[in-house]
Antibody
Framework: EVQLVESGGGLVQPGGSLRLSCAASGFTVSSNYMSWVRQAPGKGLEWVSV???????YYADSVKGRFTISRDNSKNTLYLQMNSLRAEDTAVYYCARGLVATLGAFDIWGQGTMVTVSS | QSALTQPASVSGSPGQSITISCTGTSSDVGGYNYVSWYQQHPGKAPKLMIYDVSKRPSGVSNRFSGSKSGNTASLTISGLQAEDEADYYC??????????FGGGTKLTVL
C-alpha cells in the first residue's frame, strides 16, 4: 500500500527547533518530488517546501532560511528541520507526494503531525 | 505568494450541481495548466480530486470536473451527495518551484 506517515510533532517554545519525519511505503521517495504543506488551526492549506528527485530544494518565503527539507534514501524518509520557530508556525504539517509527470498536484498525503509553538 | 481567492462557503441540495471558483493571477492560475483541487473532511488529510485543471485521478467520481478560464479555475460537483460535504481547496503551481493554495471553500449539502 502506498502511504506516508508523519511523526515528530509536538510542543516547542518560540525560537526552538523541531525535526519532522515522513516515512514512505509502497513507493520510492527519491523518485518523486515531495512537499510539506501545513494548516494552521481552523485555517487553509499553505505550501511550505519541495524537494525534487534530483535533490533541489525550494521554500515558501515565510519559512526560507529557517526550515530545511531533506530526505534519507536508505530509510525512504522525508524530513523537515524547523529552526527559529515562531507562534505563526503552529499548524498540522502534512507531507505529500508530487504526482509523476506533472507539477500539477500532490496525490498522496500523510495523516499530518501537529506542531505547537508556545511558551 | 498570495493565496488564491475562493468563496468562503457554497451550498446546494442533494442532486443539484455547484461550482466553486478559484481566482489567481497570470503568475499562477493563468500562467500554468497546473491547477489541482482537494477535498478535506474534518480532521482528515486532503484528498486529490482534480489535477492539471481538468483531469481526474483514478477512483474519483466523474461527478467532479474542473475547468479554467483566464486567471480563474472552477470545480463543479454535479449530482450533489451528502458525503460531498467538506472543505475544498484549489492549488496552483506559481513558478520558480513554488505552489499556492486557495483559502478554502466550505461546501454544505442542505
Amino acid at each position: 500500500e502506498v502511504q506516508l506517515v508523519e511523526s515528530g510533532g509536538g510542543l516547542v517554545q518560540p525560537g526552538g527547533s523541531l525535526r519532522l519525519s515522513c516515512a514512505a511505503s509502497g513507493f520510492t521517495v527519491s523518485s518523486n518530488y515531495m512537499s510539506w504543506v501545513r494548516q494552521a488551526p481552523g485555517k487553509g492549506l499553505e505550501w511550505v517546501s519541495v524537494i525534487y528527485s534530483g535533490g533541489s530544494t525550494y521554500y515558501a518565503d515565510s519559512v526560507k532560511g529557517r526550515f530545511t527539507i531533506s530526505r534519507d534514501n536508505s530509510k525512504n524518509t522525508l524530513y523537515l528541520q524547523m529552526n527559529s520557530l515562531r507562534a505563526e508556525d503552529t499548524a498540522v504539517y502534512y507531507c505529500a507526494r508530487g504526482l509523476v509527470a506533472t507539477l500539477g498536484a500532490f496525490d498522496i498525503w500523510g495523516q499530518g503531525t501537529m506542531v505547537t509553538v508556545s511558551s | 505568494q498570495s493565496a488564491l481567492t475562493q468563496p468562503a462557503s457554497v451550498s446546494g441540495s442533494p442532486g443539484q450541481s455547484i461550482t466553486i471558483s478559484c481566482t489567481g493571477t497570470s503568475s499562477d492560475v493563468g500562467g500554468y495548466n497546473y491547477v489541482s483541487w482537494y477535498q478535506q473532511h474534518p480532521g482528515k488529510a486532503p484528498k486529490l480530486m482534480i489535477y492539471d485543471v481538468s483531469k481526474r485521478p483514478s477512483g474519483v467520481s466523474n461527478r467532479f470536473s474542473g475547468s479554467k478560464s483566464g486567471n480563474t479555475a472552477s470545480l463543479t460537483i454535479s449530482g450533489l451527495q451528502a458525503e460531498d460535504e467538506a472543505d475544498y481547496y484549489c492549488c496552483s503551481y506559481a513558478g520558480s518551484s513554488t505552489w499556492v493554495f486557495g483559502g478554502g471553500t466550505k461546501l454544505t449539502v442542505l
